[in-house]
């Protein structure tokens, strides 16, 4: 599923006020993390994810292996948070515009 520039923007504006529900440190990405972030999103479907400054990916390699990871939308990176959305299969709270 690829977002149009219309549900980016709407999804942008939904995740402006969220805190970073994850953190990804000097472990980097295992599968543990992905796992949990999964898990995140199956639940809220939008999430804010932080790079942290020690990590040994830099925050587009992190969103690449987020994206690859759990096939899930990135839909902005800024600094070093990114902005992650994921329909979820059972609690479908969020309705995109068309």
Known sequence: ???TGKQARYLRT?????????????GGMTD???????????????????????????????AQAVQEGTKAEIVQTIGRIMIVYRRSQDHRTIVLPR
């Not at 939904?14 to 000097?26: E, T, Y």
Request: glycine residues 4%; negative net charge.
């Open 32 to 62: 543990q993390v992905l796992d949990q972030i999964g898990l995140a999103l199956e639940a809220r479907e939008l999430i804010k994810i932080s790079v942290l400054s020690n990590s040994p990916l830099s925050v587009q390699e992190a």
């Open 14 to 26: 939904l995740a402006h006020p969220l805190q970073p529900v994850m953190q990804i440190g000097k």
């Open 1 to 3: 599923m690829t977002l």
